[in-house]
């Protein structure tokens, strides 16, 4: 490996008064979505940290031995500062939106409608789907123990026990929100900033319970409520964010920097899969929509033959379909069957195009060099 910079807590001048990063204290502030689940590589984390914005290693389906490994390996390409996504999960919320959708029948039923799609990849939808945590307590005790610049959660709002033991080992707490009123809440837990999402990212949108069906908000009108009601919160923005002209319009509405995810998914150091990277491309894709169909939770996704087959059926029963669907979306992506896996991708997908296999390093430097700088 090259030369790498001092380490970030070396540089006291990038730090806030309390030893904790905030967004104005990257030479960037460019966010680099935490895209679980093989898209975002220790490289991809590196390319990002190093053109001076935030790399983000999604946690998410890991237990607490998995993110101690993947730290490790983020730490071994280099020295730029990151941070690790925790997904927040709850047996309760988890159960109540289950009985909404009339109990543990509803999964069978389900089960018993993508069944035929199962039979034809040869494979055993996942068997007995049941609550996890994906190991929360040990993940957040081992990010207490081992600190890292940041830690943002998704899907619910930390108590403030868990900020501040974050805190008090110098990691700034980062809340995913999806409207003005988790946003308030998160900042009366402590959070140091927010990640402020709309309806337009890719993947899982971050609404606080999973029952909720979230809002078709788009990222200028959020970014612009959330500045009004806590004028000096800091944030960055999520959402369809893929061309200079959407960094500019974020920041003109109040954001303080942005967060990519859809943009950086073909760039050269992510880790997304050969036949997921062609369907970004594939002109037969001509929508992408939130869907429950995969996981149980609304997350937005191309619209392929099993999001258009199922997303009518499918309940609100995250983990547990996330769980039941597993096998099913590893064997499609193995035998090439573009019309089954989630392909995740925000609204802006298409203008993506323009930075395919480019170094990411160049794509956070262009989208927000050229949306930050006024013309003449």
Do not use: C, K
Not at 31 to 49: F, H, K, R, S, Y
Not at 206 to 235: A, H, K, N, Q
Not at 262 to 282: C, W
């Amino acid at each position: 490996m090259s030369e790498r910079p001092p380490r970030f807590h070396d540089r006291p001048d990038r730090l806030d008064r309390r030893g904790r990063l905030l967004p104005a204290h990257l030479r960037r502030p460019v966010v680099g979505a935490p895209m679980a689940g093989g898209p975002t590589t220790p490289e991809l984390i590196a390319a990002v940290g190093e053109a001076g914005g935030l790399g983000m290693l999604g946690s998410g389906y890991l237990d607490a031995a998995g993110t101690r490994a993947e730290i490790a390996r983020v730490r071994a390409v280099t020295d730029a500062p990151f941070g690790v996504n925790v997904f927040l999960v709850e047996r309760d919320d988890s159960a109540a939106a289950l009985a909404s959708a009339g109990g543990p029948r509803a999964v069978e039923n389900y089960a018993t409608a993508i069944e035929p799609v199962a039979e034809e990849l040869g494979i055993a939808l996942g068997a007995s789907p049941d609550f996890t945590d994906f190991d929360q307590e040990a993940t957040l005790a081992a990010l207490v123990a081992d600190p890292v610049d940041v830690v943002s959660f998704t899907f619910g709002i930390p108590g403030r026990d868990v900020v501040e033991a974050l805190q008090e080992v110098g990691t700034a707490v980062v809340v995913t929100v999806a409207g003005v009123r988790d946003a308030r809440r998160a900042v009366e837990a402590g959070a140091d900033w927010l990640s402020v999402q709309s309806a337009q990212a890719g993947g899982h949108r971050s609404t606080t319970t999973i029952g909720e069906r979230p809002d078709s908000v788009s990222t200028v009108d959020l970014v612009r409520s959330v500045r009004s009601e806590l004028p000096d919160v800091p944030f960055v923005a999520a959402g369809g964010i893929t061309t200079p002209q959407d960094v500019a319009a974020a920041v003109g509405a109040g954001a303080d920097g942005v967060r990519l995810g859809t943009v950086l998914l073909r760039t050269r150091e992510a880790g997304t899969n050969a036949l997921y990277r062609a369907a970004l491309a594939d002109p037969r894709f001509t929508e992408s929509r939130p869907t429950r169909s995969y996981t149980g939770r609304y997350a937005r996704a191309l619209v392929n033959g099993f999001v258009a087959e199922f997303d009518a059926v499918a309940p609100p029963a995250y983990p547990l379909l996330h769980v039941l669907t597993g096998p099913m979306r590893t064997a499609a992506t193995a035998s090439g069957d573009v019309e089954v896996p989630p392909l995740w991708a925000g609204s802006g997908w298409r203008a993506a195009d323009a930075y395919a296999d480019r170094p990411a390093a160049d794509v956070v430097a262009e989208l927000w060099d050229r949306g930050t700088t006024r013309p003449g």
